[in-house]
Every structure is written in structure tokens, then in C-alpha cells.
């Protein structure tokens, strides 16, 4: 951050668009809260079948060489280097076939080559194989053009992993790989952390169910299935407390309740300026709470603390800044607590395809649609309405663009940081 302080629109302020000082800069709450946040104790040994999404309890080292055996990368015959030292043809004589599965016990000697496999043991003797589309067959012999040098096509025993080395580490969330390598050396069950338990229910008199006739002034819950998809992507264990009325005792039980039975416990509403005051007194009265304003955009009012055994994330009522504060705050909180090592959001550099508003203050998350440029550079466009309860928005959008604190407007081919929502390959799920 620049040290001196202007009054430009991009200028380095430290205030939001109020001109209030002592907004908390939105790494310093990560830190924070990260900071508060120790993985769950307990882990369990599940079936490797069952293991996608979840994360890894201990290191796993290799019992033995990957593969456990020199062995053939193509189709074609196993035969000696020394046999085809030069340019011309060389004759030998197939004495012998070997499968994948089905190994030949015999030694090529001198003068002999053995059909083989891909994927099958390279018998003793054999030091190279040549693929079956560069040689000729007549009858029992087969014709080589040479020169054929030793190691060609052979896939060396312990050249994926060897034995003793390390495999995966603890903290690493298993995916498709992962899990594979995993079978590759053995493991048929992946020594995994228990998943943590996140409890969380929605406030607010104005809220009714989906499937549920809106009476005038109402609004459908959103942020309830908003946070218990993201927990599921997660592959937490979820808690639905469900929708909590604005009423002292309501929203006390269910706090002692998510305290009680949860490693973490989020709720939607209630936490911003001018709330009934009832919330605050009820954190105050269950636990230990601090109300930041963190310089979020959209966001801003975030309660953090703990209640009972469980950390608390209190967000704000807007479902788009419910997404915002939970993806650049709870989230990463949430993956260390469920054992993660890498707990950081992702990035990647694109430039605006349009110019984007924004005033200094706070660190703005805008809905941006990826896509490419004609020189092949990623390039980001915002998706239209940036209003805190503009959910269509965020749903048309594949990923957030990060615009620094101190930024003004954006012009148009501004590179800038962005977190894509997705990746190559999706998670798993609860
Ligand atoms: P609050 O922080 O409780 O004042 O809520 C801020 C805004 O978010 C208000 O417009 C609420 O109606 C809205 N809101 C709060 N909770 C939800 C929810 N669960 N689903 C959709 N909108 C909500
Ligand atoms: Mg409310």
C-alpha cells in the first residue's frame, strides 16, 4: 500500500466512502481469523471409494517402487540393444510372449526378442523394446531396422514414485488423482481428518421458505441454500438450524445450539448498523464476539468469534454479500479447520474488457464472465448490476474480480486479479 495519501479517486485512502477511518483491510481479518482457527482434532480410515473431497490425516509414503517393475511402454518386442547396434536390419528370432499380467520367466539371450505388451514386465535380458509398427514379422522371426539404444519404450521400476518416498501429505484434499495414487501404492482406505460440522440458520422476520406463499413485505430465505451449497462443495458436514424469527430467545437458542453441537456456526443477518439489538447482546451473552467492519465491498459488517465449541461467522444479511464474505473469509477458515494446508483463494490476471465503477475505500468483489481475448490473453467483463442483493448477477457470473482498497473507476483493459469459480475439475461434494 502507498504510504502518502491523496484525495484522487485512485489515491491511497484509509477510509471508506464515508471518509470513516478503521475499516479492517480484508487480509488482515483472513489473518485474523485464520489465526483463531486450529484443525479439528480426530480422523478415521475411509474406503477409498468414499475418500473424494476429503483431506488427508498423516503423510503417506511409498511402500515399494512405482511401478514395481521395469516394464514395456508400447506394443512391440523386448529384445537387447546390443543385438541392433547399427544402421541396417537386424533378424532376431520370437521366442517367447509377455503380457501385462502375465510376465515371461524366461531371459532373452542373444539373437532373440520376446513379444510384448504394454504395461507387461520387461523380462531379464531385454533392455529396450521396439513398437510392433516399426518392424516386419516373417513367420518366427521378426525384422528390426536399427539402431535400437538400450531404455527405448521402457518404463523404469520406481520412476512414478520410489520406494520411501513421500506420496501425499497431510492436509492435501483428495481428488481424483490423488485417490489414484493412492491405490497405486496400496492404500485402500485413505487416512483422512474427520470433517468438521458447520452449523448455520438464517434471521430475519421478512424471511419465508421457498415453497411458501410470500405475504406482503416478505422475501424468500436465499442465503440458507446459498450457504448450505457452499458448505457441501466444501464437504463439510452440514447443520441446518433453519430459519430463525427476530426474537431474543429464538435466536439465543439457536446460537447455544450451533455452540453446542458444531466446530463452526454461521448465520446470515442481523449484524449490521442499526440491528435489532438483541443479536449483539445475545453473542455478547453466549460468547466471545467482536463486530468488525472489514473493508469489504460487498460486505462490510462481519461478527467473528466463538460461541460455545464452535467459531462464529456472523454475515451480513444481502445474499451476494453473504457469497463475497463467505468465500474470501469463512472459507479459507473453514478448509483449515477441516485439516487443509492450501487454504488460499486461487488467482488469476485478466484484464477488463470494460471499465469497471468503483470508488476507494473498500476492496471491491465484483461478478465478472471470464473469457478470451483474440491475442489469447484472459480477458474479464462485470455481469451487470453490482448491488449486494442483485443474486442474478452473481449467478450469471464464473468468477469475482478483486480491485484493491485504495482503486477508483477501472478503465477498460485495466489488468486485474481474479478468482475463477471453477476449476478443470469440479469438487466432489458432500
Ligand atoms: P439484515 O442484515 O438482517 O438487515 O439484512 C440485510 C438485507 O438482507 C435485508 O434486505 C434482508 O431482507 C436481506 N436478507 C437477510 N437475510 C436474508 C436471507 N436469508 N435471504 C435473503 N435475503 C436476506
Ligand atoms: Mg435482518
Given at each position: 500500500m502507498s504510504s502518502h495519501e491523496t484525495d484522487t479517486a485512485a489515491g491511497a485512502c484509509g477510509c471508506d466512502e464515508t471518509g470513516a477511518r478503521g475499516l479492517l483491510p480484508v487480509e488482515e481479518a483472513r489473518r485474523r481469523i485464520l489465526e483463531a482457527v486450529t484443525p479439528v482434532e480426530g480422523r478415521e480410515a475411509v474406503p477409498l471409494a468414499a475418500a473424494?473431497?476429503?483431506?488427508?490425516?498423516?503423510?503417506?509414503?511409498?511402500?515399494?517402487?512405482?511401478?514395481?517393475?521395469?516394464?514395456?511402454?508400447?506394443?512391440g518386442y523386448a529384445l537387447r540393444a546390443a543385438d541392433v547396434p547399427g544402421e541396417g536390419e537386424a533378424r532376431l528370432r520370437v521366442v517367447a510372449s509377455?503380457?501385462?499380467?502375465?510376465?515371461?520367466?524366461?531371459e532373452v539371450g542373444p539373437g532373440e526378442a520376446v513379444r510384448i505388451m504394454t504395461g507387461a514386465v520387461l523380462p531379464a535380458g531385454a533392455d529396450a523394446v521396439v513398437m510392433q509398427e516399426h518392424v516386419r514379422l516373417e513367420g518366427e522371426t521378426v525384422v528390426v531396422p536399427g539402431p535400437v539404444r538400450?531404455?527405448?519404450?521402457?518404463?523404469?521400476?520406481?520412476?512414478?514414485?520410489?520406494?520411501?518416498?513421500?506420496?501425499?501429505?497431510?492436509?492435501?484434499?483428495?481428488?481424483?488423482?490423488?485417490?489414484?495414487?493412492?491405490?497405486?501404492?496400496?492404500?485402500?482406505?485413505?487416512?483422512?481428518?474427520?470433517?468438521?460440522?458447520?452449523?448455520?440458520?438464517?434471521?430475519?422476520?421478512?424471511?419465508?421458505?421457498?415453497?411458501?406463499?410470500?405475504?406482503?413485505?416478505?422475501?424468500h430465505d436465499s442465503n440458507r441454500h446459498v450457504i448450505r451449497a457452499l458448505l457441501q462443495a466444501l464437504g463439510v458436514e452440514t447443520l441446518d438450524l433453519g430459519l430463525v424469527p427476530d426474537r431474543p430467545e429464538a435466536v439465543a437458542a439457536a446460537l447455544r445450539r450451533g455452540g453446542e453441537e458444531a466446530d463452526a456456526l454461521l448465520t446470515s443477518g442481523g449484524v449490521s448498523v442499526g440491528e435489532a439489538d438483541y443479536v449483539t447482546d445475545a453473542l455478547r451473552q453466549l460468547g466471545e464476539v467482536g463486530f468488525w467492519r472489514v473493508a469489504i465491498k460487498?460486505?462490510?459488517?462481519?461478527?467473528?468469534?466463538?460461541?460455545?465449541?464452535?467459531h462464529f461467522f456472523g454475515l451480513p444479511g444481502n445474499p451476494v454479500s453473504v457469497m463475497v464474505t463467505f468465500l474470501q473469509l469463512v472459507q479459507p477458515a473453514l478448509r483449515r479447520l477441516a485439516g487443509e494446508r492450501r487454504v488460499e483463494p486461487m488467482t488469476v490476471r485478466a484484464r477488463t474488457r470494460v471499465p469497471l465503477r468503483k470508488r476507494p475505500g473498500r476492496a471491491d468483489f465484483q461478478r465478472g464472465i471470464l473469457s478470451r481475448a483474440p491475442d489469447g490473453t484472459l480477458e474479464v467483463?462485470?455481469?451487470?448490476?453490482?448491488?449486494?442483493?442483485?443474486?442474478?448477477?452473481?449467478?450469471?457470473?464464473?468468477?469475482?474480480?478483486?480491485?484493491?482498497?485504495?482503486?477508483?473507476?477501472?478503465?477498460?483493459?485495466?489488468?486485474?486479479?481474479?478468482?475463477?469459480?471453477h476449476g478443470l475439475i469440479p469438487g466432489c461434494g458432500a
Open positions: 473424494c473431497g476429503r483431506v488427508l490425516a498423516v503423510d503417506v509414503a511409498a511402500p515399494f517402487d512405482v511401478p514395481p517393475h521395469d516394464n514395456s511402454a508400447m506394443d509377455a503380457y501385462a499380467g502375465h510376465p515371461f520367466t524366461g538400450a531404455g527405448t519404450n521402457v518404463r523404469r521400476a520406481g520412476e512414478d514414485l520410489r520406494a520411501g518416498a513421500p506420496v501425499l501429505a497431510a492436509g492435501t484434499r483428495l481428488g481424483p488423482a490423488q485417490i489414484g495414487l493412492l491405490a497405486a501404492v496400496g492404500v485402500a482406505e485413505a487416512p483422512v481428518a474427520r470433517r468438521p460440522r458447520v452449523a448455520f440458520f438464517s434471521t430475519g422476520d421478512e424471511l419465508r421458505p421457498p415453497g411458501e406463499t410470500l405475504r406482503p413485505g416478505e422475501i460487498p460486505g462490510k459488517p462481519l461478527a467473528f468469534g466463538r460461541i460455545g465449541r464452535a467483463a462485470a455481469t451487470g448490476p453490482q448491488g449486494s442483493h442483485v443474486l442474478s448477477s452473481m449467478a450469471r457470473a464464473d468468477c469475482l474480480i478483486v480491485l484493491p482498497r485504495d482503486w477508483g473507476d477501472v478503465p477498460e483493459g485495466t489488468w486485474v486479479e481474479v478468482q475463477p469459480f
